[in-house]
């Protein structure tokens, strides 16, 4: 079995097509609903290869989670990418000064998809 990503997105039905496209690859998922959420399973599980978030979310947005994993020597190394709607140009270019891995615009093409997820793994383990 691949590796476990983390799909975070305040959307169940989103969050859902998410993780049933990855396991359809053979990659292990586990869900969140929010950033605060999403913190939790990533620090209290040691498997989580790789965290793949919404940027525009309730009580702790994608970049708020993406600062907190960064600030966190345990969870630092594991790639975040963000799978989203969201294309400001600032936002973006903070993400990236903020350690983010990779930026894909829903909605996408799954071979850029795939390809930015196996690019994150392969470097970020």
Known sequence: MKHTIL??????SIR???CETLQRKGYQT?????????YKVLTETEDVK?????????DCTGFELLKKIKDNPT??????IFLTTESNPD???????AGL???????????TFFA??????SNGL
Request: aromatic residues 8%; hydrophobic residues 45%; without cysteine.
């Open 91 to 97: 936002k973006m270019r903070s993400a990236k000064e």
């Open 30 to 38: 586990v869900g969140a609903a929010n950033g605060n959420e999403a």
């Open 7 to 12: 799909v975070v997105d305040d959307f169940a």
């Open 16 to 18: 859902d097509f998410v």
């Open 50 to 58: 790789l965290v793949l978030t919404d940027y525009n979310m309730p």
């Open 116 to 121: 930015q997820i196996e690019n994150a793994l």
């Open 75 to 80: 969870v630092s190394k594991v790639p975040v």
């Open 101 to 111: 891995t990779a930026w894909i615009k829903k909605p996408y093409r799954s071979e």
